[in-house]
T-cell receptor
Framework: AQSVTQPDIHITVSEGASLELRCNYS??????LFWYVQSPGQGLQLLLK??????LVQGIKGFEAEFKRSQSSFNLRKPSVHWSDAAEYFC???????????FGSGTKLNVKP | GAGVSQSPSNKVTEKGKDVELRCDPI?????LYWYRQSLGQGLEFLIY????????KSGLPSDRFSAERTGGSVSTLTIQRTQQEDSAVYLC????????????????FGPGTRLTVL
C-alpha cells in the first residue's frame, strides 16, 4: 500500500539557520512527489514538485528538495529560514493518473527569533 | 482570479444530523478532490471527480459519506447521521485535469470547512 511518512511532528529552528524536513514514501511505481505548505489560517500552497529528471528541484520561497530513489526519500531543505516560514509542511505522493494523492501527517515548523 | 471557495467556513452540528459542505472549484478546472484533515493528521483522500466521469469514491470512509458534482463544476459533500469522529477540516482542491501530466499535477486548495460534531 502507498504511504507517506514524515517522521518529525514538530521542528524548531532559529531564524537564519538551515532547515531539512524529512519525507519517506512507499510506492511501487514511479512516484510523483510534492511538498505543500499550510500557513495558519491559509490554504495549502504548492512549494515544489518532482516528476522526473534532475533529482534536485527548486521551489518557491527559496525551498528545494532532493529525490533519492535508493532511500525512498524526498527531503525538503532551505539554507536560511525566515520567521515567515513558520507553518506546517506536508509531503505528498501522487499516483500516475493523478486520481489520488497520499499525504504525510505533516511537520510543524517553529522559527525562533 | 478567484481561487477555490468552500462554504460554510465553520459548521457545528449535533450528532446524528446530516450536513452538506460545498466546494466551488476554479473556473475551467475539470478535476476536483475532497480531503479530510483530522486534528494532528495529514490529509486523507476522500473522493475524486474528473469532469463528468464517474467519481473515484475509494477513499470515502463509510456509506454515510457521499458527494456529487453538478455540471462538472460545484461539488457537495454530504455526511449523513454525523458522528463525533467526523469532526475535522474538510478540504477541497481542484486542478486543470488530464491534459498531460504538467496540467494535472498542481492542486489548488480551498480554505476548508471546519466541521464540529457535538
Amino acid at each position: 500500500a502507498q504511504s507517506v511518512t514524515q517522521p518529525d511532528i514538530h521542528i524548531t529552528v532559529s531564524e537564519g539557520a538551515s532547515l531539512e524536513l524529512r519525507c519517506n514514501y512507499s510506492y511501487g511505481a514511479t512516484p510523483y512527489l510534492f511538498w505543500y505548505v499550510q500557513s495558519p489560517g491559509q490554504g495549502l500552497q504548492l512549494l515544489l514538485k518532482y516528476f522526473s529528471g534532475d533529482t534536485l528541484v527548486q521551489g518557491i520561497k527559496g525551498f528545494e528538495a532532493e529525490f533519492k530513489r535508493s532511500q525512498s526519500s524526498f527531503n525538503l531543505r532551505k539554507p536560511s529560514v525566515h520567521w515567515s516560514d513558520a507553518a506546517e509542511y506536508f509531503c505528498a505522493v501522487g499516483l500516475e493518473n493523478f486520481n489520488k494523492f497520499y499525504f504525510g501527517s505533516g511537520t510543524k515548523l517553529n522559527v525562533k527569533p | 482570479g478567484a481561487g477555490v471557495s468552500q462554504s460554510p467556513s465553520n459548521k457545528v452540528t449535533e450528532k446524528g444530523k446530516d450536513v452538506e459542505l460545498r466546494c466551488d472549484p476554479i473556473s475551467g478546472h475539470t478535476a476536483l478532490y475532497w480531503y479530510r484533515q483530522s486534528l494532528g493528521q495529514g490529509l486523507e483522500f476522500l473522493i475524486y471527480f474528473q469532469g463528468n466521469s464517474a467519481p473515484d469514491k475509494s477513499g470515502l470512509p463509510s456509506d454515510r459519506f457521499s458527494a456529487e458534482r453538478t455540471g462538472g463544476s460545484v461539488s457537495t459533500l454530504t455526511i449523513q447521521r454525523t458522528q463525533q469522529e467526523d469532526s475535522a477540516v474538510y478540504l477541497c482542491a481542484s486542478s486543470l485535469g488530464p491534459a498531460g501530466v504538467e496540467r494535472r499535477d498542481t492542486q489548488y486548495f480551498g480554505p476548508g470547512t471546519r466541521l464540529t460534531v457535538l
